[in-house]
């Protein structure tokens, strides 16, 4: 049996290193979830009174948003962003029945209040796939998104143009499912990929042999065939570094 080489060695610990390391990061991620806003997470806390506080960077700006329910119709959205944003929100939810011509799911009236002024009114039931769910006071499909978003380019202002929408505020008031970061099923396939390069690294000579023994008696690897396969094996390292990152930060959805 030959024995390992110095770069072999060190490969097959950097492989080794990202496996533990990254498999850690993920279950740690996993375990620890919070509020999906602009791509990426509020943690959840609550407060002695019972009020649920998201808080959280995005985009470089604190973001907070504190929800109370008065009672239980009603709800209030505070939320800032930076130093430049303060919006309360009042949500007054369910109603009575809203008349609509789509019957798939239940639709209860919904009447929203912006800093003290009218916001939307109209139908709404979280039964609906997103985006749908949203209904106008004709009981027609309204649009609504997360917010109101300027895509940007060249380092310029990411919130340029941003208000709150109704959409946001009836997310925190309805206790929005919880999400985190970090993918089991896309670490487990990386694992199994990781597993393999570690074998075909720590033994290239019985996987040149695996190749090519049913086509030649007692092959022997050519230099340009191990230097080819050191490539490769750098390569796919690299490969599994990327992916592995992407399964540990990854935002669920």
Not at 100 to 115: D, E, F, H, L
Not at 166 to 185: H, I, M, N, Q, V
Not at 193 to 205: C, E, G, R, Y
Request: charged share 20%; net charge negative.
């Amino acid at each position: 049996m030959k024995t390992r080489s110095l770069g072999q060695k060190i490969h097959l610990a950097i492989i080794a290193a990202m496996i533990l390391i990254f498999g850690a990061i993920t279950i740690w991620n996993g375990l620890h979830k919070g509020f999906r806003f602009r791509d990426s997470l509020l943690k959840v806390s609550q407060t002695d009174d019972g009020a649920l506080v998201y808080r959280g960077k995005a985009d470089g700006e604190l973001v907070t948003a504190t929800v109370t329910h008065p009672t239980n119709f009603r709800s209030v959205v505070d939320i800032t962003i930076g130093d430049w944003l303060h919006d309360v929100c009042e949500i007054e939810y369910p109603l009575d029945d809203f008349s609509t011509s789509y019957q798939a799911y239940p639709v209860y009236g919904i009447r929203m209040t912006k800093n003290g002024k009218p916001f939307f009114e109209g139908g709404f039931s979280p039964d609906f796939p997103w985006p749908m769910g949203w209904f106008d006071k004709n009981g027609e499909f309204a649009v609504m998104e997360a917010g109101v978003i300027s895509v940007t380019y060249g380092g310029q202002d990411p919130w340029k143009n941003y208000e709150t929408s109704p959409a946001l505020f009836a997310r925190l008031a309805l206790k929005p499912e919880l999400t985190s970061r970090g993918d089991l099923g896309i670490y487990g396939i990386l694992l199994f990929s990781a597993l393999l390069l570690t074998f075909v690294v720590a033994f290239p000579d019985a996987v040149f042999a695996l190749r090519y023994q049913r086509y030649v008696r007692n092959p022997e690897p050519t230099e340009y065939y191990m230097k080819s396969m050191l490539f490769t094996t750098i390569f796919l390292t690299v490969v599994l570094f990327i992916g592995f990152c992407y399964a540990a930060f990854s935002l669920m959805d």
